[in-house]
């Protein structure tokens, strides 16, 4: 391992949480990532090489493993952490998949590198129902799905909490880049709702606490009709809530409920941040506190369209045994 600039773990540029690897670091993290990559099975589902990856992420530099760790901690007011300068070369990817529900099942220098970033965190899960249960799932544009309200459209995607419906929904979204789009227009937005609530009253802000939306599950989970619990928006701490929305599959129950969820709407709107991700830019949002979404871009399906790479980490992962079986990290079903 190099030597180390002391402390400053995150550095807050213009109100965002970045941290760029120095090169001492990345050179670090890639011998890391590549000695993963080349073990056992070289798969990234499999659990004996997942138990390298949980053994070697504890070897990640020190910088790096503080920055996690405060950010495990606290995700502070914008609830999210960009990590810049990721072992991600664009001159040896494969062309960017094209089709519906691409995964990266072999352990890639950049997945592994992924993986060992988020498994410091905590443990990676996946959805059965969601990419085959992969844990490294492709988010890359398809033809013909250009309207979809999901990762494979490439139209303004709205913003939300990932996978809001579920018991089990991720702590944290890892996203990172391996290709831009070719007109570097595609920004990933965020929006945190500790930035949001001070711009909404009391009087919204208790309405948004109460039972009175639902938000429905993709056709994909199959739930039967009814399914959905009423629930609130707001959860926990009234003065520093949770939030579970998604201004897609979320409805209100009522006027006023509507009134509060379009005040909400705007407050987010007014304090969100559009990141234009690199090649080797990982960015981790906080799911229980900031929504996701993307602007638009124009896909041309030449193999050089924008690709990310995604994964799921929960703190807890004990919570969601009962829909795990054999202990894996796949999540069946849902509790309902
Ligand atoms: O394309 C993006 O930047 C985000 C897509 C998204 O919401 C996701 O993959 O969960
Ligand atoms: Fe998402």
Same mark, same amino acid.
């Given at each position: 391992m190099g030597s180390y600039m002391k402390t400053n773990v995150t550095d807050v540029l213009g109100g965002e949480s970045v941290l760029t690897l120095s090169d001492a670091e990345r050179a670090d993290l890639t011998e890391l990532a590549s000695s993963l990559a080349a073990d056992g099975s070289r798969e990234v589902d499999d659990p004996n090489w997942l138990a390298t990856a949980r053994e070697l992420?504890?070897?990640? %530099?020190p910088r790096l493993a503080s920055s996690l760790r405060r950010f495990t901690w606290d995700s502070g007011p914008e609830a999210f952490l960009l990590l810049r300068g990721l072992p991600v070369d664009e001159t040896t990817l494969p062309p960017t998949p094209t089709v519906a529900g691409s995964v990266q099942r072999e352990a890639s220098v950049p997945a592994s590198a992924l993986v060992l970033v988020a498994m410091a965190m905590g443990e990676l899960v996946a959805f059965d129902k969601e990419k085959a249960g992969a844990l490294v799932q492709d988010v890359v544009p398809v033809h013909g799905m250009e309207e979809f309200q999901g990762n494979a459209g490439s139209v303004v995607l709205s913003m939300h909490v990932e996978n809001?419906?579920?018991?089990?929904? %991720?702590d944290y979204v890892g996203l990172m880049c391996l290709r831009n789009d070719h007109d570097r227009v595609a920004g990933l937005r965020l929006s945190s709702v500790r930035n949001a609530l001070p711009l909404l009253s009391d009087e919204v802000r208790s309405v948004l606490h109460e039972p009175r939306y639902v938000t429905a599950a993709p056709p994909s989970f199959d739930l039967p009709p009814g399914a959905d619990e009423p629930h609130g928006i707001l959860t926990g701490s009234p003065e520093d809530p949770s939030i579970k929305v998604d201004f897609h599959a979320t409805v209100p129950g009522d006027e006023v409920a509507a009134a509060a969820m379009s005040s909400l709407r705007k407050a987010l709107d007014s304090v969100c941040r559009t990141l234009t991700l690199e090649p080797g830019d990982l960015a981790f949002a906080d799911n229980r506190l900031v929504l996701h979404g993307r602007t638009a871009f124009e896909p041309r399906y030449d193999g050089a369209d924008r690709w990310l790479q995604r994964v799921f980490v929960h703190l807890?992962?004990?919570?969601s045994r009962p829909l795990r079986r054999g202990g894996g990290h796949v999540i069946t079903g849902t509790d309902r």
């Open positions: 992420c504890c070897q990640l %530099p809001a419906f579920h018991e089990h929904r %991720p807890d992962f004990r919570r």
